[in-house]
């Protein structure tokens, strides 16, 4: 199970993009005095069940890049299915526990997902309108 360079790239892209919100995030919840604790805590907890996810997602599909496709998509969708009801429990006990803010909890959560939207933006702009630019 050991990650590739891709992995292990995409992986830390995505942890810098979430800590980046997440500190964004705790400094609004300090500028509309709603800060404490519990909102750092549940920026840690949304944000790297996310990320986390994200790096297992990769390490599976490392995995099955040789495996025959009928086998790989077998792995694959149980593979999205235990992620995603561990994602899910993680998430709901942030919510559930008073040591997290429910809110930095959800907001983290969707950070890595703005992050590639962001990253993805970006690449366009660098290579172009479509993005599709060979050079």
Not at 20 to 28: E, F, G, N, R, Y
Not at 34 to 43: I, L, Q
Not at 80 to 88: C, G, H, I
């Amino acid at each position: 199970m050991k990650a590739d360079k891709t992995v292990k790239k995409e992986t830390g892209i995505l942890l810098a993009g979430t800590l980046i919100l997440s500190a964004v995030m705790t400094l609004i919840f300090v500028l509309v005095g709603k800060f404490n604790y519990t909102v750092v805590t549940g920026a840690l907890l949304g944000g790297l069940a996310s990320v986390l996810n994200f790096f297992l997602m990769g390490i599976v599909i490392q995995n099955v890049v040789h495996d025959d496709p009928e086998t790989a998509k077998k792995k694959i969708q149980l593979s999205y299915t235990v992620r995603s009801f561990a994602l899910l429990v993680i998430l709901g006990l942030g919510v559930y526990l008073p040591y997290f803010h429910w809110l930095s909890v959800l907001l983290s959560a969707l950070f890595p997902r703005v992050t590639i939207l962001f990253r993805s933006i970006v690449l366009k702009k660098e290579n172009g309108n479509g993005g599709d630019n060979p050079s």
